[in-house]
């Protein structure tokens, strides 16, 4: 598991379908910090590097077949030191919970033990895909949508997102990345408009008792914008408002339409 982990870092940012993603600095500024802690040199030229393969890739993409779909490109770094970059189109995450088109997406999630490569591997967009493979299988068996993933008695991370907890005192909570979960572009980019919002984000341990005591649960992630978690194992979570997934949902479509850079690579 280790070794392979250390083969390759990668990160994943939202694709408009033709020559922009969101967040781009923030993205390579995590693909710099995760490749330091997996032992990955980074190119002195990444910069040019990535907008040159994200380029390639974006000639090379298809379009989407179905409304709604939303794009996404990999940006990757190999320990050899060869970059690439692919693009895909995912479709939104569907519930027989969802009350309208219109309306937050709501899940169920599963509990499932955190995957561990180590401390300095852990919380890093690394390699090593098959814990994440296998956890979603479970949560398929188990008909979810979302697994949390478990460190002692706290969540720590999810598949394909982060967690958000809005407390019962108004303060939302994400787990500290020094607990082992990735450190999410998404979520740093709902900060500031959370703050704006009057709603102070804190880091800590997303207790089991912080957890049963919150109004709201969420999923934040690239792939899957925000989603509402209103069950976990059966269990019921939160005050089943979903107000604050409203307001983070479209907090993050603003973060995502406000930090659109265009890739012109070296033939465009």
Request: glycine share 8%.
């Amino acid at each position: 598991m280790v070794k392979q982990a250390r083969k390759s870092v990668f990160t994943t940012m939202r694709w408009d379908g033709k020559y922009s993603v969101s967040h781009y600095s923030k993205h390579i500024d995590r693909l710099s910090n995760h490749s330091s802690r997996l032992g990955i040199t980074l190119p002195a030229n990444v910069d040019s590097l990535a907008i040159d393969v994200l380029s390639k890739a974006f000639n090379d993409s298809n379009t989407a077949e179905n409304e709604g779909e939303i794009g996404l490109v990999r940006l990757s770094l190999t320990s050899e030191g060869v970059m690439s970059a692919s693009t895909r189109w995912k479709n939104p995450i569907n519930s027989p919970m969802n009350i309208s088109p219109t309306a937050i997406t709501q899940v169920s999630a599963t509990a499932l033990p955190a995957p561990h490569w180590g401390d300095s591997i852990d919380g890093c967009k690394h390699g090593d895909w098959q814990p994440y493979l296998d956890a979603k299988k479970v949560v398929d068996e188990r008909d979810c949508k979302i697994a949390l993933f478990i460190r002692g008695d706290a969540v720590i991370d999810a598949t394909s997102s982060t967690p958000l907890l809005l407390d019962d005192d108004g303060v939302a909570w994400i787990s500290d990345p020094i607990y082992g979960g990735v450190d999410s572009v998404s979520i740093a980019s709902l900060i500031p408009y959370l703050s704006d919002c009057g709603i102070p984000v804190s880091q800590g341990r997303l207790t089991k008792q912080l957890i049963s005591r919150g109004r709201a649960l969420l999923a934040v992630g690239t792939g899957i914008g925000v989603v509402h978690i209103t069950k976990l194992d059966g269990q019921d979570i939160g005050d089943g408002s979903t107000d604050f997934a409203m307001l983070c949902s479209k907090l993050f479509n603003d973060a995502i339409n406000q930090s659109w850079f265009e890739v012109k690579g070296v033939d465009d």
